[in-house]
């Protein structure tokens, strides 16, 4: 069995079903996070397995969501979200969303304030090192997403 995450006609991702059941809860835990709706929803009432993408509100949300991540100075929420914040951007980057992970760090992004610092800090995780990786673990995860 698998699910399907599917923007009108086409299949973006077809996961097993608990690689999506995993997705989809931690999406749950980032719309709570970020105060907003993801755009994925169920697209037949009966069945729980296919999820449609509204690209619109998902471009919003995922581009909120590199910008959070991005923001981030703390080494426990840096590894507690890459592996999704990686699997969102590729999932949009499927559905044709431009999310923009700028090379040289936040720069316009939220004014370059980072939030959530871990005390003490490592200088490791730099606005700057945090996208690249991001970036590079986005293009990994989107080699390993079957269609």
């Known amino acids: ?4 995450f599917d ?4 299949t973006l991702w077809n996961p097993s079903n608990g690689a999506g059941r995993l997705f989809v809860r ?4 980032f719309e709570a996070e970020l105060g907003l709706p993801s755009g994925i929803g169920h697209e037949h009432a009966g069945d729980p397995d296919t999820l449609e993408v509204d690209p619109a509100v998902y471009a919003e949300f ?3 969501l590199v910008a959070w991540h991005g923001r981030t100075g703390h080494s426990v929420i ?9 699997t969102a951007v590729a999932l949009a980057r499927r559905a044709g969303i431009e999310v923009e992970i700028p090379p040289s760090g936040l ?3 939220a004014g370059g304030v980072r939030s959530d610092v871990q005390v003490p800090g490592d200088p490791r995780t730099a606005p700057a090192a945090v996208l690249t990786a991001l970036d590079t673990r986005a293009r990994e995860v989107d080699r390993w997403m079957s269609r």
């Open 26 to 29: 931690q999406v749950e835990v």
């Open 78 to 86: 840096l590894a507690l979200s890459e592996g999704f914040v990686a």
């Open 107 to 109: 720069g316009h992004m």
């Open 62 to 64: 995922a581009r909120r």
């Open 7 to 10: 923007m009108g006609d086409e």
């Open 1 to 4: 069995m698998s699910m399907y």
